[in-house]
């Protein structure tokens, strides 16, 4: 099985009930971040 990219995680997500015990690079959160931040969002207006 391949890895996912950043944006396919994102894009076909599920509900995960374990997670490992691996640490997570700091890259990889400033990626999550960034994506998230220009992810489209409700307008406050």
Request: aromatic residues 4%; contains cysteine.
């Amino acid at each position: 099985m391949q890895a996912l990219s950043t944006k396919e995680a994102i894009e076909y997500r599920r509900s995960i009930r374990q997670f490992k015990p691996d640490a997570i690079d700091d890259s990889i959160i400033m990626e999550l971040l960034e994506s998230a931040r220009l992810g489209h969002h409700k307008s406050s207006c």
